[in-house]
């Protein structure tokens, strides 16, 4: 049994420290709203009043904030920070979707605190947080990431190596602007398909999954917009701060990954930021 300090509990978080518990490890938890706690602190977590306490006994310590401003808050605030508190041989785990630079540099703030650090971003959502079968994607030294290969394994079925810090972030980011194509081209796609007079939508879409460009992501992709499902899994304005990262990262021209981008950016300007990804759809239905 490990002590582990879980640090955001989001809709990924609260699942993810969830599975730790299940595991049979001690775990403390820290979130902005305390409320969000609550399920855990009745199943056997602690609840701490700041990232600095549920840090300061723990071995590992995981986030999965928002962004890189909450992910430099919880590690690095002078008063509360959890890099502050942590005792020697303590792991600092950070799960969030962050910018390539910013990981970069809270690596080497790490670094220069002898804290063993590792970028541990996933790609799944809620129900894949929810059953334990996150797929990870790490960045950090390699012994960093073998003593905590079966922490990770309470929350995800594949775990990848991706080498230094700085691969991690750019796997998630790579991930996740494949998938922003998809529901922007899909959106696009099926709102053209449903103006088509005729057009047997459903029959169009199970004939296209049966080709070699289909993708098994497309298949709850065009299954949400079809049914105008959009309660959020993954949130229209989350992804589109991933994509300013990636286009942060690539640091030249990138018309087709900005064309995507601004998409997302005008479902946030129209009002469906907290919506699923999926209900970009909706700019172009009247």
Not at 22 to 49: F, Y
Not at 60 to 76: G, P, T
Not at 124 to 140: D, F, H, K, N, W
Not at 229 to 242: H, N, Q, R, S, Y
Request: net charge negative; proline share 3%.
């Amino acid at each position: 049994m490990k002590k582990v300090a879980f640090l955001g509990l989001g809709a990924m978080g609260v699942r993810m420290a969830a599975n730790i518990l299940k595991a049979g490890h001690q775990v403390t938890v820290w979130n902005r709203t305390p409320s969000k706690a609550d399920k855990l602190v009745i199943g056997g977590a602690k609840l701490a009043q700041a990232p600095r306490e549920a840090a300061q006994d723990a071995d590992f310590i995981i986030a999965m904030v928002r962004d890189d401003n909450a992910s430099k808050e919880i590690w690095l605030d002078p008063d509360t920070g959890a890099f502050s508190s942590m005792k020697k041989g303590a792991i600092a785990i950070d799960s969030s979707t962050l910018s390539v630079n910013w990981v970069k540099e809270l690596n080497q703030h790490a670094s220069e605190r002898n804290i063993p650090f590792i970028e541990a971003p996933v790609s799944g959502t809620r129900p894949q947080a929810e059953s334990g079968q996150l797929i990870y994607l790490v960045g950090g030294k390699e012994e960093a990431y073998e003593n905590s290969k079966a922490l990770l394994g309470t929350m995800g079925s594949v775990i990848n190596y991706t080498g230094e810090v700085g691969n991690g972030a750019l796997a998630k980011l790579c991930t996740n602007t494949l998938l922003g194509m998809q529901v922007a081209t899909l959106a696009e796609l099926i709102s053209t398909l449903q103006r088509q007079q005729g057009a047997d939508v459903e029959k169009i879409i199970s004939a296209l999954s049966s080709t070699a460009p289909w993708s098994a992501s497309a298949n709850g992709i065009s299954t949400m917009m079809l049914n105008q499902m959009f309660a959020p899994m993954f949130p229209v304005e989350l992804i589109e701060k991933d994509f300013s990262y990636t286009l942060e990262a690539t640091g030249h021209t990138t018309p087709v990954i900005e064309a995507v981008r601004d998409v997302f950016k005008k479902g946030i300007d129209n009002g469906i930021g907290d919506e699923n990804m999926t209900a970009v759809i909706k700019l172009y239905q009247s």
